[in-house]
Nanobody, 126 residues
């Protein structure tokens, strides 16, 4: 089991940037593919991005492609989500999650992830 803690959320104006971090403890994060999801008020949790164990493969939701970048530093057991050109519709609670699945892609579901962080709020003002 791995424990995940997100940080870096906050309030930012449209067009601005934020970098979220996800620190893993317990079993090393390099044993997992790591993903980011988000959930806006009144909406279902949605997939944002995922990165493979080695960091060599990344996949993004169409809504964030070209604006968000997922990365990881396994030596630090940390995964990042760099968010640029933020829009009001990016406002949500962002969750970090760990998956033992070997095959990953853009169709990842919440059920594919066994460990979750508590979430960090991102608010983008217009």
């Amino acid at each position: 089991q791995v424990q995940l803690v997100e940080s870096g959320g906050g309030l930012v104006q449209a067009g601005g940037s934020l970098r979220l971090s996800c620190a893993a403890s317990g079993r090393t994060s390099s044993s997992y593919a790591m993903g980011w999801f988000r959930q806006a008020p009144g909406k279902e949790r949605e997939f944002v991005a995922i990165i493979s164990r080695s960091g060599g493969s990344t996949y993004y939701a169409d809504s964030v492609k070209g604006r968000f970048t997922i990365s990881r530093v396994n030596a630090k057991n940390t995964v990042y989500l760099q968010m640029n050109s933020l829009k009001p519709e990016d406002t949500a609670v962002y969750y970090c999650a760990a998956s033992v699945k070997l095959r990953i892609g853009v169709n990842m579901r919440s059920a594919d992830f066994g460990s979750w962080g508590q979430g960090t709020q991102v608010t983008v003002s217009s």
